[in-house]
């Protein structure tokens, strides 16, 4: 198993800490395609997974998800958070077993979700769908200090509901005067980096573990491509994630950083728990 750089206590520590420093943005990875971010005493939860549900649920079947690293935090420890978001429906990236201790420490917690999936997201977390903050391509999203624009993600084919909302999505999250770019789970599709575009991108937390069809898993960028994605955007930093949580379903971040070192794309590798403080944002 391996161990958080911080977790619980320490982790918990760290974060309040860190409320002191409000010239900087604050950015743990908390494992799969979750993190938490700071911005002057504000918080946001981007895609949390921190149980064991998945693990459950699969103990008995011919796909086990043995769980690599270790949970860094209970939810329920997290009751400053301001908004948390998911990104699409897959209980990696939207957990019951996570949110709802969340909510009850946060009763006041924004929730964002696709529009396409409003209900289903309600459903999950036993709550009305008026309690779910719905977000659509070119309708921002703003709580507090953190301004959330839904761009299409493909998992791993760009999916509409009948109202024509994606069901899957990233976010450009605007904090301040940063502007960072989750890109959820997704493959590489045509027109991805033209619509990141149009925002100056200082941080890029994308997936590395690709697409392999004997893994029995919709398909993500894979470490090159990320690097490519981060490069053609122009993002300041990269970020890779989606790795080392389940043991049928990762990749190591060797082709990642062969490939941003060969493009020359400024990269961060962080451990679970690790946090990242950034002091300059991109110039208007």
């Known amino acids: ?16 800490q860190m409320r002191a420093v409000t010239n900087a943005l604050h950015l743990w990875w908390l494992g799969q395609s979750g993190y938490l971010v700071q911005w002057q005493g504000q918080h946001l939860l981007i895609d949390p ?14 796909k086990p998800h043995i769980r690599m690293t ?37 009763p006041y917690m924004a929730i964002i979700a696709s529009a396409a999936n409003q209900e289903f997201v309600a459903d999950r977390l036993h709550v ?10 070119d309708t921002p999203v703003v709580v507090g200090d953190f ?10 084919e760009l999916e509409l509901d009948e109202q024509g909302h994606y069901r899957c999505i990233g ?11 989750h890109s959820g789970d997704t493959m590489y599709y045509a027109g991805l980096e033209a619509t990141v575009m149009r925002w100056p991108i200082d941080l890029a937390l994308l997936p590395i573990n690709g697409y392999d069809p004997a893994r029995g898993v919709a398909g993500n960028l894979s470490g090159s491509e990320a690097v490519k994605v981060a490069h053609t955007i122009g993002a300041r930093l990269v970020i890779p994630c989606h ?13 990642f950083v062969a490939a941003a070192t060969a493009l020359q794309q400024p990269f961060q590798i962080l451990r679970c728990g690790e946090r990242l403080t950034m002091t300059t944002p991109s110039p208007l």
Do not use: C
Not at 51 to 62: E, F, G, M, P, V
Not at 147 to 156: E, G, I, L, N, Y
């Open 1 to 16: 198993m391996i161990e958080p750089i911080q977790s619980h206590d320490q982790l918990l520590t760290d974060i309040i």
């Open 49 to 62: 997974y921190l149980s064991d549900s998945l693990t459950k649920k699969y103990a008995a079947t011919a």
């Open 70 to 106: 270790a949970i860094p935090i209970a939810p329920e420890r997290l009751d400053f958070i301001d908004v948390v978001t998911s990104s699409h429906n897959h209980t990696d990236h939207l957990d019951g077993e996570t949110l709802q201790p969340l909510l009850e420490a946060n």
């Open 128 to 137: 009305a769908p008026a309690r779910i903050t719905p977000i659509a391509q």
């Open 147 to 156: 301004a959330f624009h839904a761009v299409p993600a493909a998992h791993q």
């Open 171 to 181: 976010l450009v999250i605007q904090i301040g005067p940063w502007t960072l770019y």
């Open 243 to 255: 790795y080392e949580m389940f043991t049928f379903n990762t990749v190591t971040t060797d082709e």
